[in-house]
Every structure is written in structure tokens, then in C-alpha cells.
């Protein structure tokens, strides 16, 4: 807190408690404090921030304002969509952290007053900050696709780009589905959460089919003319679902083909192209995307809808204190992924500590590791390590990559295990247990 | 809100620092280890079932390991050796360093007693000398055994045994000598031994 003494301080925000009616603040008080840090969002960038602030210096006040009881990871629920895993295998709660002391406020943080330094919630009233972190995910742009909104998703056309309800649903029309039935996926143009998610998703939903009703088709309607992981994607469709011949499992169209969808048709289940109508007996329509609602409602975007941020610590550049991690933030060339949350909260959970003890913030190195599974047994993976330039992130030169299009079958059997190792580790990382 | 004098100092020398062509400096050692957690567990704990435990290996085998990992002629891996290569020498030894220092978590796994009591036997008779303490030791270039994942364990001696990870002389000759006498089994006894360590 430079400039502002303890005592000072709390006169400043005890003022702001009186004021407000529920006075959460007097609540953050309570302990000997160094800095009361806010967060805004419970899922990968937020708990994990969260739990690493505590494990730097205990003495931090750390809150996590979050809308549900519990966080369901996007990563492995297309193991879900599948049947190859239970919903709730993917579903985590705040126990860990609050046994740390961290506080968590099950709210809606509908905005951030960046002067007066409090985030504005619908139930509970103002909440004071010291420093404030943004980890709200992505929003949807639901008015690039006519006809598909909010409820339509929740009810008949799943996104399932929110892991949850809507996973749920979409494993449920599958084993509704009759064989000889058609799935049609469309993935969302760039940039968006998940580079490699949609196309694992149709290895997930094509695995589901080959065992269950080997008669339907996967179309995938493309926004994209090229995807992540494309090369080793469309090998493993070849090896096991029979790509590029006529009893293919999967079709992909792309973008300049046809691919770009317009709209949806919700009462003839069908799905409108730029060219060509499609009807599918089940839909998963993934809208093109901008960063979560409270960083419009914040000022903290750009024109893009993303929030650029210094890259050494992820403070905004459009308000001072208030920190923007995860897929939200402007953190190219880190991909918006759960492995780049994670790493992007650590860091600044570091760089929040230092500034909160008048320290400078240290030198940021990050890490991104993605695994998709085309199989049970066949793991593929994505990896890059990253430092910092004096400006931006920036790739190491000679690191990362993808698994080698040669690799033995031996090899995508073990970078399938690998991959479930990872979810094990990283979830314990995030919430703690 | 009043800047003092610390801080302002501590801006302009930022403000210099970035100013400048090259970035100086190395990541510390914790956030560095930190960048590890999503696949090998907080503070190099993993939960398993496949990637390794760090926590707690010698600096030594730690350092060994990565360095090889960059070497396309060195350790075979799915993953590593691509991530390898984004660290410095100074980088690796920074995070040997933290991992050598935490106290490793021993799981429970499941296990074959009856193996498992067979492999303890065998440990004691081909691995004691450089594997100390049960495998509960990580000296030097000897890994953590006791406790490691039996999956990791699995795929490790694989790759010793099958030629695509070479063994030290030493190991050689008693890996060799324990199959020639024990047969094929003897392995996995061995690894449901240091399985069931807690």
C-alpha cells in the first residue's frame, strides 16, 4: 500500500463499509492484514491466483467473488460429452482454498469502481480492494450467429464451451441419437478459448459413435480454412475414423468452403451456412467469443473485446491495480488455454505480493502444455515455454511444439496417460487437495 | 495516493530497465519450479498416475535429466525433451536446486503384497548399494524410487531395458544379472516394492 498507511487505509475503507449494507470489508479486516486482493472469478486464472498469493504470503487478505458453488474444467469434459468420464470428475469446489483462508463471496460481480477500488457485486454490496484480479473467462458474441442465444444453448443447441449443464446435455443427445444420426460441430473463428478443443471433441463424440452407432456422421462446419494440431488431428481421424474415405466418421468443411455458419434454425434443428442449409440430430453451435462480461462493464477492453494488459505482471493497461488473467487477457503469444491460466495467475500472483509489499515484480516464465485425446490411447500434445522480453512475452527460440507425426503407437499410448496425469495435477494445482 | 521516495525509485529504475534493448535477468528459482505444477504437481508433487514426483530428487540427477532431455541423441520422452529445451543451463539448476529441497508426498498405490515383498528382497540384493535407504534415497545421479509412481516406474525401465534409455555401467550389470537369475517378473516385483513405500 504505498502512500497510505494501515491506519489511514482502514479509516478510508471502514468509511466505505458504514456506507455500504452488507460491509464485507469490515469482514476483510478482521485479520492482520498485508493488502486485501479481490478476485473476480473462480475458475482456472482465479483459484489459482488465488492459491498461490496465500502460498507467498499468508498475511494477504484474498477473496474470490464468484457466481457458483462450483467450477466445472473445460478441459477433459469432451471426455464427458463421450462417456468416457462422469460430469462429476470435472467438478471442483472452494473447500481447499478456504481451509488457506481464502474467502470466497458466492456472487456476481457486476463491476469495478478502479477509482474508489471496489468491485461492485449484485448481493453483497461494494467490495474493497487493494488490488483487484479479473479472471472472468470468455462471453460469447451470440449476434454473429442468427437465431442462437442463451437459451437455445442451455435448452437445444449446446455450445458446451462452459463446462457444466451443457456438457451434459450434449452426451444426453448423443445417446438419444439414432444411429445413422448426424452431429454437426461448429467451431468458432479465432481467437478463442481452446485452440485444439473443438477438433478433440470430434475425435471424443467420433470414438462415442465408432462404439455405440457406427452409421452417423460428424460434420464440422468450420469458420477457420486451418486449426490447431490440424496435421495430427486429421492422421489420428484417418487411423480410427476413417477420414478421407466414404465411410468416414468425420467430414470437416472449411471456412472458404462453405464452413461459415450464419444462423440456426432451433424448431427444424438445422444449421445455416453461408452457402448450403444443414439439418443435424445434434447440434453443438460454439459462438465466436470476447472476453467476459464484467471487463466491458469494467472499461477494461480493447476494441477487440480483449483486455491488453503488461505483460510482465497482467495489470491492465486501462486501470491502475486491477489485474486481467486467463483466456480474457490480451497474453499472446500464450494460447487461451487452462495450462496458459494457470501460469499467467502465478505470475501474477507474484507480481500482486511485490507490489503489495513495495517490491518490484520479478521476471515472468510461463509455461503452456495442451494434450488432446483422438482416442482413449492416443494422446497428442502441443507444448511452448515462454520468458519475458523487457515488453512482452515472447517464445523460446528451440522450445515447444507438437508430438512428432512418427511417434510409435507406444508413445501416443503413454501421452494419453501423460494427459490424464496432467488433469490430476493441474486441478490440485488450481484448487488445492 | 502519495508516491514515496522507494517507490518512485523503484519505477524509474523499472522504467530503465525496460527501456532497454536486452532484458537482463533470470526468473527465480520458485517461479520457475511453478511453471512445472501443471504436470508434475505443486512443489513437484505429483498426483499421479504417470508423471513423476520432483520433489525431493537429488539436483544432480535433476540437472542430468534435462540436460539430456535437450540432447536429440540424449533421454527418450514423449513431452520433456521439447520443454527442456526452453530452459537455461543457469534456469535448470535454479529449479534442481527447489526440487531437491521439498519433502516428497508418498502416495498410496495399489500394489501386490506378495510382489511387493519379493521385490524388497530383490532391491536389497541388486539395487541397495547405489539406490540407499529402500530407494528412499536420491544421491547423486540415482533417482527417487521409493514412493515414485509405479506407472512412471513402468515406462522408465521399459525404456532402460528395451535400449532407448541408456543405463550407467553399473546399472547395466546388475539389471542383466537380476533378470538372468529372477526371470522377467522380477522387474515388476521391484517396482511394486518401491510402490508400496510410504
Known sequence: MSGISRRNFIQITGGAAAV?????????????????????????????????????????????????ANYYTCFMSNEVISGERSLDSIKFGYKNLESMGVKIVQDYASNIDAKKKHVVTKKSGNIAYDRCIVSPGVDFKWETIGGYDAEVAANQIPHAWKAGPQTALLHKQLQAMKDGGTVIIAPPPNPFRCPPGPYERACQIAHYLKNNKPKSKILILDAKDKFSKQGLFMQGWKKHYGYGTDNSLIEWVKGAEGGIIEGVNAKTNTVIGSVDEYKGDVINVIPAQKAGKIAFNAGLVNDKGWCPVNQQTFESTMHKDVYVIGDSSVASPLPKSGYSANSEAKVCAAAVVASLQGKPAGIPTLVNTCYSLITPDDGISVAMVYNFDGKKIQKVKGSGGLTPMDSSEAVRKREARYAHSWFNNITSDIFGG | MKLNKKVLGLIVLGGLAVSGNSWAGTASALDLANTCAGCHGTDGNSTGPATPTLAGISSEYFKEAMLNYQDPEGRYSTIMSRIAKGYTEEEIDLMAGYFAKQKMNRPDQHFDKKQA??????????????????????????????????????????DFTGGKREMTKKMKKKVQKMEKDKGANAMNELIQYYGSQK
Not at chain 1, 498485508?34 to 482465479?46: E, K, M
Not at chain 2, 534415497?137 to 514412493?147: P, T, V, Y
Request: overall charge neutral; aromatic content about 6%; hydrophobic content about 40%.
Open chain 2, 117 to 158: 515383498k519379493a521385490g524388497a528382497k530383490l532391491h536389497k540384493k541388486y539395487c541397495e548399494k547405489c539406490h540407499e535407504d529402500g530407494g528412499r534415497s536420491s544421491e547423486d545421479d540415482a533417482g527417487m524410487l521409493a514412493g515414485q509412481w509405479m506407472e512412471y516406474l513402468e515406462f522408465t525401465m521399459a
Open chain 1, 20 to 68: 455500504s449494507t452488507m460491509g464485507f470489508s469490515n469482514i476483510l479486516l478482521a485479520g492482520k492484514s498485508a493488502g486485501n486482493v479481490v478476485i473476480i472469478g473462480g475458475g482456472v486464472g482465479g483459484a489459482t491466483a488465488a492459491r498461490y498469493i496465500k502460498r507467498a504470503d499468508p498475511a494477504v487478505n484474498v477473496t474470490i467473488i464468484e457466481p457458483n
